[in-house]
T-cell receptor
Framework: EPEVTQTPSHQVTQMGQEVILRCVPI?????FYWYRQILGQKVEFLVS????????KSEIFDDQFSVERPDGSNFTLKIRSTKLEDSAMYFC????????????FGPGTRLTVL | GQNIDQPTEMTATEGAIVQINCTYQ??????LFWYQQHAGEAPTFLSY????GLEEKGRFSSFLSRSKGYSYLLLKELQMKDSASYLC???????????FGPGTRLSVLP
């Protein structure tokens, strides 16, 4: 069964450093998403992406964040200058269509900022 | 504003039935989803409702009342592996994003 994959599974970085989190969505899906979940808290939407551009973003997704689809398979989330409060699990998700289509989540990348 | 409420924790016995409630107040509505999340893992899709009524999928059923802003997830014949958090998420009208509730942590006891 096709699945969303994410790398790395765990990333440790120093405050102020840039990190890139990588995702490979399900191959026939057209809509891609990033979510984060701070330990013990709820899942929060960051951004959705379609047709090579951002379609919606939350207030969390400020100028420190960017997303890119550098090729036909990868979807990346970049945090330019990490802060302690960026420590969280970051989930990538994809869906075949818009609207009522189910989003399928990847296993997540645990980001630890020291 | 967007607000989704769920009970924080529930406990039930193996073989029993449990109902997890979710109430929501969102600016728009384009479907309600239930996800299961085991500790340290990604959410996995369980069910979807966009019209009022009950949707059944094996041991899991989900109910929606749009006029009341209310849904529940019903789990039957509970198994130990059902111990997990259950997340209620609402998709708004025009965006593609979900607003997630805080999740309900279910413990199934022998």
């Amino acid at each position: 069964e096709p699945e969303v994959t994410q790398t790395p599974s765990h990333q440790v970085t120093q405050m102020g450093q840039e990190v890139i989190l990588r995702c490979v969505p399900i191959s026939n899906h057209l809509y891609f998403y990033w979510y984060r979940q701070i330990l013990g808290q709820k899942v929060e939407f960051l951004v959705s992406f379609y047709n090579n551009e951002i379609s919606e973003k939350s207030e969390i997704f400020d100028d420190q964040f960017s997303v890119e689809r550098p090729d036909g398979s990868n979807f990346t989330l970049k945090i330019r200058s990490t802060k302690l409060e960026d420590s969280a699990m970051y989930f990538c998700a994809s869906s075949e269509g818009w609207g009522a289509d189910t989003q399928y989540f990847g296993p997540g990348t645990r980001l630890t900022v020291l | 504003g967007q607000n989704i409420d769920q009970p924080t924790e529930m406990t039930a016995t193996e073989g029993a039935i449990v109902q997890i409630n979710c109430t929501y107040q969102t600016s728009g509505f384009n479907g309600l989803f239930w996800y299961q999340q085991h500790a340290g893992e990604a959410p996995t899709f369980l069910s979807y409702n966009v019209l009022d009524g009950l949707e059944e999928k094996g041991r899991f059923s989900s109910f929606l009342s749009r006029s009341k802003g209310y849904s529940y997830l019903l789990l039957k014949e509970l198994q130990m592996k059902d111990s997990a958090s259950y997340l209620c998420a609402v998709r708004d009208n025009y965006g593609q994003n979900f607003v997630f509730g805080p999740g309900t942590r279910l413990s199934v006891l022998p």
